[in-house]
């Protein structure tokens, strides 16, 4: 089906995607049938791997690993087009054929799969299949996204009850880490349940007369000088916002013309350091009427982090969290004023346990000074011989003694508490090529498995669960050359 263009002369753009969705559905192809290869040939080398469903899978995992290096992407999104697109062969032939013919791109495709899966009659889902390979043809995701959504509900109602349900009972939180020191905190939640939340933080945080504390991670900025009128904004007007986060006070009240930004003082502790004129300024305020110059976004943010820190539970104990980081003393000290004669300056970054993260100096700095903080001092590790296939006879060296537990042989087969956090600082992540599960959430493996390899830090490295499989299952192996793990 041929659809009409506003503008003839757009027609090579058009072109150029349909090639483009061809091509995508071509590597789609090329990967079923590589997966498909892989376990065919195992079948014949390894037939006893294969009579169970778990070695099946664990030979299927051992393709995607093979496929995601070919393709330079991460095994978990190799795996997931792998299963779309074999679905998609099998239950959706009509729109495979459309999105093989660069009719309709992949994102789409993706969006059909996604509500047959829904969908348990196959009669619904041929009928999808028919009506879906229609609507693609005239219609962009974001549209056909939610047609999919109302035939999936009108087709099967109560299994759309049932699914809410199971929904429900899938609640989460996790993180999805950004760049430059900020991350985002995702929550799923119950719908109404994420409505509510959503609606009290707004209106909490409009309230000209309510107090939000500052994210502890933020500096709090100066916005003004403290003098006989009481607190005045950078910009010179008194408040300096009014209730919504918008400029006012002035003439030119309800609008932003000729309105400037508060200009925010110099990056220093609120406690200010000796000789400068910090007596004279004063932090910002944590409520409108005083002149938070905070946005509604800001004020949003620092609630949320406000009320999930300062949680109770309901026997009335707080709640508590640990961050792991790697600093180095000097940066430590630098521009603290704890140390004479050492100079100001933001200092080198601090480092995440799994390295991935760089966090500023100076917002380290300030969370030490935090009384709302309690802080454990652990000294890192030196950097770790060159050969780890097994343990060095060589006594320690007098640097590297005050971290002994990676220097320790320890009788058992398991892992050490002490060891294990040694372990995670050293390693950072996941040692497999390419995998980035951080070192906390992976297994503790031997190299040389016990008890012909010792439980030294030199023989144990960090595994996330599916590559300790692997491992195990002879499709990892470890490289007799391996680098070290970087130091911190």
């Known amino acids: 089906m041929q659809v009409a263009l506003t503008d003839p002369n757009a027609e090579p753009l058009r072109e150029s995607q349909r090639q483009l ?9 090329l990967l079923v049938d590589y997966v498909e290869s892989f376990l065919r040939d195992t079948a014949v080398i390894e037939p006893e791997l294969m009579r169970s469903a778990r070695g099946h899978a664990t030979a299927e995992s051992a393709a995607i ?15 997931t087009q792998y299963q779309q697109a074999c679905f998609a062969r099998h239950h959706l032939p009509r729109v495979w054929g459309a999105v ?71 609640r989460r939180v996790w993180l999805e880490h950004l760049e430059d020191g900020v ?26 007369r309510q107090d939000v504390p500052y994210d502890p991670c933020v500096e709090r900025p100066v916005v003004g000088r403290v003098g006989a009128g009481g607190m005045t904004s950078a910009a010179g007007a008194p408040g300096g916002f009014d209730w919504l986060g918008l400029p006012g006070g002035g003439p030119d009240a309800g609008s932003d013309a000729g309105w400037e930004a508060p200009k925010l003082g110099p990056a220093e502790d609120p406690v200010g350091v000796a000789g400068d004129d910090s007596s004279e300024r004063a932090a910002a305020p944590t ?43 000097e940066t430590l000290l630098s521009g603290s004023g704890w140390a004479a ?8 970054p601090a480092l995440s346990g799994n390295r991935r993260h760089a966090y500023p100096a100076e917002m380290i700095r300030r969370i030490i000074l935090s009384e709302e903080h309690q802080i454990t001092w652990t000294p890192a590790p030196a950097p770790v011989p060159a050969a780890r296939s097994a343990p060095s006879d060589a006594a320690p060296a007098p640097h590297v003694a005050a971290f002994e537990p990676l220097m320790r042989v320890y009788e058992s087969r398991f892992v050490p508490k002490l060891l294990r956090r040694a372990i995670e600082f ?26 012909h390899g010792q439980t030294t830090a030199a023989n144990l490295w960090a595994l996330c669960r599916k590559h300790h499989r692997l491992k195990t299952a002879g499709f990892l192996d470890v490289p007799a050359d391996r680098p070290p793990p970087a130091s911190p």
Not at 125 to 143: F, G, I, S
Not at 312 to 329: D, F, K, M, R, Y
């Open 21 to 29: 969705n061809r091509g995508q559905a071509e590597q789609l192809r």
């Open 426 to 451: 050293r390693d950072g992540t996941c040692q497999a090529p390419g995998c980035m599960v951080a070192a906390e959430h992976c297994d503790i493996d031997h190299q040389i498995p016990w008890p």
């Open 65 to 79: 690993m093979n496929a995601a290096e070919a393709l330079g992407a991460s095994e978990g999104h190799v795996y």
């Open 341 to 348: 004669g050492t100079p100001r300056g933001a200092g080198q």
């Open 183 to 208: 991350s985002i905190l995702h929550a799923m939640l119950p719908t109404l349940t994420a409505e509510a939340i959503k609606n009290r933080l707004v209106d909490v945080a409009r309230s000209p």
């Open 100 to 170: 093989r013919a660069g009719d309709v791109p992949v994102r789409s495709l993706v969006r059909v799969i996604s509500a047959a899966e829904r969908l348990v009659a196959p009669v619904h889902r041929e009928r999808l299949d028919a009506e879906a390979a229609t609507y693609a043809l005239t219609h962009r995701p974001a549209r056909l996204n939610a047609w999919l959504n109302r035939f999936v509900a009108r087709m099967e109602p109560d299994q759309h009850v049932q699914r809410c349900r199971r929904s429900h009972a899938e």
């Open 287 to 329: 409520n409108r009427e005083a002149g938070d110059p905070r946005t509604q976004a800001q004020r949003e943010a620092d609630l949320v982090s406000h009320w999930l820190l300062a949680g109770q539970s309901e026997s009335g104990t707080p709640i508590n969290a640990h961050v792991g980081i790697l600093i180095e003393p």
